[in-house]
T-cell receptor, first 115, second 111 residues
Framework: DTEVTQTPKHLVMGMTNKKSLKCEQH?????MYWYKQKAKKPPELMFV???????INESVPSRFSPECPNSSLLNLHLHALQPEDSALYLC??????????????FGPGTRLTVT | GQNIDQPTEMTATEGAIVQINCTYQ??????LFWYQQHAGEAPTFLSY????GLEEKGRFSSFLSRSKGYSYLLLKELQMKDSASYLC????????????FGAGTQVVVTP
């Protein structure tokens, strides 16, 4: 199983809503990532969890709150988002810390629209 | 910081060869990845280079010259399904090895 799954595939939310994005992998990977990707732009790193601990936060606004309940699951809690937060949110995982020589496996993404 | 440059778009005919160049300027380098991304889908891993030279994997090959800050991805025997964005990503030489992605090259394969 070399798959990273993400739910939901599409999400439309208002600026006052609270929602969560979910990511799961069963490859035994110990590093998991959240990226944000706007149309025709490259993915931008948001957070990295390594061995279930938050290792990197790329100065992401607090309206995005990551959570890693266990080594297979990664959540992104959303609250009071802005329309400019509309994007494709990608989850990825790798076998070990990003500094090791392991490629990242990406999930299909959640297409988020904030109205 | 890092600057990663790749062409915005390339068009080629089915069966042809296309070479996508990527140049980078970085304060620390620990490997270069190429990913393929179809519209609306997740990026998928194609290749990884950390030493100078050519890595061949089927129809796809990737080359790296660290002294020149240069890499290319070579796509041979192009197929229609190769129409996608190709992302060059550099891993930093720090304790976390974060990936910095280029803007991507959109390859359009025509019949």
């Amino acid at each position: 199983d070399t798959e990273v799954t993400q739910t939901p595939k599409h999400l439309v939310m208002g600026m006052t809503n609270k929602k969560s994005l979910k990511c799961e992998q069963h490859m035994g990977h110990r590093a998991m990532y959240w990226y944000k990707q706007k149309a025709k732009k490259p993915p931008e790193l948001m957070f990295v969890y390594s061995y279930e601990k938050l290792s990197i936060n790329e100065s992401v606004p607090s309206r995005f709150s990551p959570e890693c309940p266990n080594s297979s699951l990664l959540n992104l809690h959303l609250h009071a988002l802005q329309p400019e937060d509309s994007a494709l949110y990608l989850c990825a995982s790798s076998q070990d810390r990003p500094s090791k020589s392991y490629e990242q496996y990406f999930g299909p993404g959640t297409r988020l629209t904030v109205t | 910081g890092q600057n990663i440059d790749q062409p915005t778009e390339m068009t080629a005919t089915e069966g042809a060869i296309v070479q996508i160049n990527c140049t980078y300027q970085t304060s620390g380098f620990n490997g270069l990845f190429w990913y393929q991304q179809h519209a609306g889908e997740a990026p998928t891993f194609l290749s990884y280079n950390v030493l100078d030279g050519l890595e061949e994997k089927g129809r796809f090959s990737s080359f790296l010259s660290r002294s020149k800050g240069y890499s290319y991805l070579l796509l041979k025997e192009l197929q229609m399904k190769d129409s996608a964005s190709y992302l060059c990503a550099v891993r930093r030489d720090d304790s976390w090895g974060k990936l910095q992605f280029g803007a991507g090259t959109q390859v359009v394969v025509t019949p």
